[in-house]
């Protein structure tokens, strides 16, 4: 009888409906997750609220290769991601970093907070006007920081302060134009590394942070954001040789466009 139940659930996880609602729960999910990580910070409970964000940025990673996995890919799945990664991503860490200590800095720090929205926003369009004609290597880099990457980033400060309790991290000018900086590099043109060309290594990656996250999980994380800030020079030497190659005839194809759904924006 359990076996026949079996069978049943999974015939009806195969059915479209099924199909697309599964990778957009996820994606509701880490809405959820975004939005609880402000109600951290209104309370004064910042761990909680980086937390909150990481996990949501997580879970966006998730619900793209879900889709893929079990053929959801939908249009209203790529825009439900866009309007998620906004709040999760944009507006969440903004909220975050202005009431830890941004508005100390007062009509600086709101206004630095509102910017790095803003640039998440304008990412975020950008990068859904190239789902239908994808760059160059799209599948490779991408071109500016992704939203959940910048998230992270802005977040250090914060991250940091949290592992050595140093005032010197929470300087409220500091941090403001620290998310200037941020939102400019998520609008940029600089490429950067997208982790879904690279299956295997994310994955032992993403096993070790694990391990060091239950240890020290602030130092972990701080770890893995300098990593990546020390990648931005290689990928902008990589992203050039291979535009190189390409404008020389040399046959270097870029790989196949992600589909609707199969995106980390």
């Known amino acids: 009888m359990k076996h026949r139940t079996g069978i049943r659930l999974l015939a009806r996880a195969r059915t479209p409906g099924v199909r697309l609602l599964i990778p957009n729960l996820i994606t509701i999910m880490a809405l959820c997750c975004g939005l609880t990580g402000i109600r951290f910070a209104i309370q004064d409970q910042w761990g909680l609220a980086v937390g909150a964000i990481v996990v949501a940025a997580i879970l966006d990673g998730f619900d793209g290769q879900v889709a893929r996995l079990i053929k959801g890919q939908s249009r209203f799945g790529a825009e439900l991601d866009s309007f998620s990664d906004f709040v999760c991503f944009g507006v969440a860490p903004a909220m975050v970093l202005f009431l830890w200590t941004a508005h100390d800095a007062r009509g600086l720090g709101w206004a630095c907070a509102l910017f790095f929205a803003i640039c998440a926003a304008l990412r975020l369009a950008r990068f859904n006007l190239t789902i239908d004609n994808p760059p160059m290597f799209a599948s490779r880099f991408f071109i500016g920081a992704s939203a959940p990457a910048a998230a992270c980033i802005g977040l250090l400060p914060l991250i940091l302060n949290l592992e050595t309790d140093r005032s010197a991290f929470a300087n409220p000018v ?92």
């Open 174 to 265: 500091a941090v403001s134009l620290w998310m200037v900086l941020i939102g400019l590099f998520m609008v940029s043109s600089i490429p950067t590394y997208a982790l879904k060309g690279w299956k295997l290594p994310v994955i032992l990656v993403v096993g070790l942070v694990a391990t060091g996250v239950l240890g020290a999980p602030w130092m972990t994380l701080a770890g893995c954001i300098l990593i990546y800030l020390a990648t931005i020079p290689l990928s902008f030497l990589s992203y050039r040789k291979l535009t190189a190659a390409v404008l020389k005839g040399t046959d270097v194809s870029p790989p196949a466009a992600d589909k609707p759904g199969e995106r980390i924006a």
